[in-house]
């Protein structure tokens, strides 16, 4: 999920840039890092699961 997401993330970034919709782009990298931090933060253990 995680890669996959971010390649069709990247594709639309890509695709925002070389049509010069920079508002676009913007938003979309906006929404792209949104997005991996939660998946990211997703996966991390809670303090609880971390300490002995």
């Known amino acids: ?27 979309l990298v906006a929404d792209h890092v949104d997005r991996a931090h939660e998946r990211l933060a997703a996966q991390q253990p809670t303090t609880k699961e971390t300490r002995p």
């Open 1 to 27: 999920m995680g890669m996959a997401a971010s390649v069709t993330d990247y594709r639309a970034i890509a695709a925002a840039v070389r049509s010069g919709e920079a508002q676009a782009c913007e938003r």
